[in-house]
């Protein structure tokens, strides 16, 4: 009886129990296809980890044995945000879960469709942000008055034509 249940619980990847039979049966994994937008895709990413069987730390483990970089807290933040996650995290999650090449290129192809033309979700408005011109006003600013102050000459060009023009400070 134990030995039962155990095997009921320790499936692990990509398998489920025929309740008939009590074999091993392969699932498919899940497919990214049906995202329509961030929220669908990071869903899906969720239901892949949950097929894979596998914990973030040994997602984590099997990204570095195939030379990649993967995080369990990267991981973790990933499927818990509501925006899309690096190319780079995502090919090494999914490969990591245990898809090949090209589901992991069927992953990247969905989640580059709909970081284009993906649904807009509101932002956060932009904080106010000082004209460019204010720096530019305040460095003429500062010619003048040193022109003005030391009885300099400045030269100045409109169009072909050059004048000179003489500032003196009368006090």
């Known amino acids: 009886m134990c030995e039962t249940l155990y095997g009921l619980f320790s499936v692990g990847h ?7 039979r009590g074999e091993n ?7 990214p296809d049906v995202a ?9 990413l969720r239901r892949l980890k949950a097929w894979s069987g596998l914990s973030y730390r040994q997602l984590e483990r099997r990204a570095a044995e195939a030379g990649r970089v993967l995080p369990y807290s990267t991981a973790s933040t990933a499927l818990g945000r509501k925006s899309l996650p690096r190319e780079e995290l995502l ?10 090449d090209d589901e992991a290129a069927s992953w990247v192809a969905v989640r580059k469709r ?3 033309g993906g649904r807009v979700t509101a932002t956060e408005p932009r ?17 003048l008055s040193l022109a003005l102050a030391g009885g300099t000459t400045l030269t100045m060009k409109a169009g072909e034509e050059v004048e000179t023009v003489q500032a003196v400070v009368v006090k």
């Open 127 to 143: 904080a106010a942000r000082r004209p460019r011109w204010r720096p530019a006003l305040g460095w003429a600013a500062v010619a």
């Open 25 to 31: 049966v392969t699932a498919p994994p899940p497919s």
């Open 36 to 44: 329509t937008d961030e929220a669908d895709f990071i869903a899906a």
């Open 91 to 100: 090919v090494a999650f999914v490969l990591a879960c245990g898809l090949d």
């Open 14 to 20: 990509s398998g489920a129990i025929d309740e008939h």
């Open 114 to 116: 709909i970081a284009v």
